[in-house]
């Protein structure tokens, strides 16, 4: 099926959304309350991506029953260096369909949970240096497990009353490049993707259109992206015309979610992205062809 006749076709088999979060990262999603919405949408399927994480999957996968189907994921954080740009690009690469019992992934998944808290212990200090002490225990009351991220610093600032909410956090604080932001290591690109498919997984472009500089993208395709998000909810849940044409282009598997985080980060948009379920048979159909 090619991508034009997919897009034509999406009734028929019904849709997922393939880009959600849970409380076991940075979204409020317990494993039940995100099946039961997931249920009440009519979904077919979804998939479990938490920021550099797999903690929840396997507690969702309990809480599901034979009408949902769960798809494994994972949202990695990363790099890449442009060729045409001094700087580096921040990139969100989805991996579905992964083995998220590999020890491998779970090593470097570890890592990557140490490097959040080195960076957090740093933006604390930035913020008392500005007159706004927070504590990390203030912070961790916001988490469920190992995953810290800026969006409970922004919760424990709310609470504190440095902020009015979270939007404002982000806005004048703790989004890239503010007054208290500090960068932190991630993969390079090229490694989070080789990771992906090291577990079995199928890497994706994660919301193309929240990238700095698009030109990376064909950077990307050539350290081996497979699939590139064209459904996001800043357009509507609809596809984007311009991130079609891209995946036609280099032969790229379509996908997309709500990236639903909850209503931490404003609004609970989960149901407001679908998915054709058609596109979830390619990803399988591919998988199958990389075993031959």
């Excluded at 979904?43 to 189907?69: C, N, P, Q, S, Y």
């Excluded at 990557?112 to 740093?122: A, C, F, N, P």
């Excluded at 993707?193 to 919301?207: C, N, R, Y």
């Excluded at 990307?220 to 609809?238: R, S």
Aim: include cysteine; glycine fraction near 10%.
């Amino acid at each position: 099926m090619d991508i034009e006749q997919l897009l034509n076709d999406k009734d028929s088999k019904g849709y997922a959304d393939l880009h959600l979060h849970t409380i076991y990262s940075d979204g409020e999603y317990t494993p039940e309350s995100i099946i039961h919405r997931a249920l009440s949408e009519n979904f077919r399927a979804i998939a479990i991506t938490d920021h550099d994480t797999v903690e929840g999957i396997a507690h969702v996968l309990e809480k599901a029953g034979e009408t949902l189907e769960i798809i494994p994921g994972v949202e990695l954080s990363s790099e890449s260096k442009i060729p045409s740009s001094e700087g580096g690009e921040e990139i969100h690469i989805i991996g579905l369909f992964i083995d998220y019992n590999n020890p491998t992934l779970l090593k470097t998944l570890k890592g990557l949970s140490l490097g959040r808290k080195e960076r957090m212990h740093d933006m604390l200090k930035r913020l008392a240096e500005m007159g706004m002490p927070i504590k990390m225990e203030e912070v961790e009351k916001f988490t469920t497990k190992d995953i810290i991220g800026r969006l409970h610093l922004a919760q424990a600032m709310e609470m504190k009353g440095y902020v009015k909410n979270t939007t404002e956090a982000f806005d004048k604080f703790l989004g890239d490049g503010k007054l208290a932001y500090i960068n932190r290591k991630r993969l390079s690109a090229q490694r989070a993707i080789s990771l992906i498919k090291e577990v079995g997984g199928i890497p994706i472009l994660a919301h193309p259109h929240l990238l700095r500089d698009e030109s990376v993208i064909p950077y990307l395709i050539e350290e081996g992206i497979e699939g590139i998000e064209v459904y996001y909810v800043g357009h509507g849940g609809n596809p984007s015309s311009k991130f079609v044409e891209i995946a036609k282009k280099h032969n790229l598997l379509i996908s997309g979610g709500s990236d639903c985080h909850g209503i931490a980060k404003g609004k609970t948009f989960l149901g407001k992205v679908k998915v054709p379920y058609q596109a979830i048979e390619e990803m399988k159909r591919w998988k199958e062809k990389m075993r031959c």
